[in-house]
């Protein structure tokens, strides 16, 4: 990839996003969401890329991978009035087929090409599929860790809004009561990812989100994490339970030993 190919991935997410805009409020609310996620993902995959690539073609594919891995959100919206996947479609798997559709990574290598339309098809399954070569898992794992980092400030900022400002199709509908589920703090003090099938209140997608750092990749990761200030900002929308309390230091000491390398 050069710079030529990279500056047109640019426009063209520019004027496809601009291509679902919306007169109603809501509506502009929702894709102005997925606009801004999009354009920060990509300054996750920059920072992350910085300190573990020295190749400038290899950065530019981690930027474009990180510009290109929700494009599926946009359709997805637009017929579902939704982000979930699980009532409507992967949106990993729709932005690939975007892309491809759009030959937007035309003369861009084979092998790049495909290693971009991987990580894009990939980025959000439950787990990195093990049947991908090398270099592709290891930009998975960066989109995957930059798409954390973000989603994290995303939820951080929903939660802190009144009910009647959020993002409609953000929330899981989960009622936004005092209580969460036992099997979801244990995964939280156990250094396990907890499942989505496994929440029943809002604070179980809280305490979801926070497991999620035990599936980060880098040190940058890790140090974007603590620096960011987005988890401290949903461990403080969490009730301050002893359990819960001692869940979270163990969590914040594994994001400092992490971040050391």
């Given amino acids: 990839m050069d710079t030529v190919d990279l500056l047109n991935i640019r426009q063209w997410v520019t004027r496809y996003c601009k291509t679902f805009h919306s007169p109603d409020e809501d509506n502009q609310r929702n894709i102005a ?6 354009h920060r993902v990509a300054a996750n995959m920059l920072s992350i890329a910085g300190t573990v690539l020295r190749n400038k073609s290899k950065v530019m594919i981690a930027e474009a991978i990180g510009l290109l891995h929700d494009i599926g959100r946009f359709p997805q919206y637009a017929q579902y009035r939704t982000f979930r996947d699980s009532v409507s479609v992967n949106h990993g798997r729709l932005a690939a087929k975007v892309i491809e559709s ?6 861009i290598p084979i092998n790049e090409k495909d290693m971009i339309l991987d990580a894009v098809r990939f980025h959000n399954a439950p787990s990195v599929p093990g049947d991908l070569n090398a270099e592709t898992i290891f930009f998975l794992k960066m989109i995957r860790d930059a798409d954390k980092l973000d989603i994290w ?12 400002e959020r993002e409609s199709a953000v929330g899981l509908g989960l009622p936004d009561t005092p209580q969460y589920t036992d099997a979801v703090l244990m995964c939280l003090a156990e250094g396990a990812v907890a499942s989505l099938s496994s929440l029943i209140t809002l604070n179980d ?14 040190p940058a990761s890790f140090r974007l994490a603590g620096d960011q200030g987005h988890i401290d900002r ?5 009730p301050e339970t002893d359990y819960i309390k001692n869940a979270v230091a163990k969590l914040k000491q594994y994001v400092r030993d992490r971040a050391r390398g």
Avoid: C
């Avoid at 759009?102 to 003369?107: A, F, H, Q, V, Y």
């Avoid at 400030?153 to 009647?164: D, S």
């Fill in 205 to 218: 997608f809280k305490i979801m989100q926070l497991t999620w750092v035990y599936d980060l990749n880098f």
């Fill in 234 to 238: 949903i461990i403080s929308a969490l």
């Fill in 153 to 164: 400030r995303v939820f951080a900022e929903y939660y802190a809004k009144p009910a009647e």
């Fill in 102 to 107: 759009e030959n937007i990574l035309n003369g």
């Fill in 33 to 38: 969401l997925k606009e801004l996620h999009t």
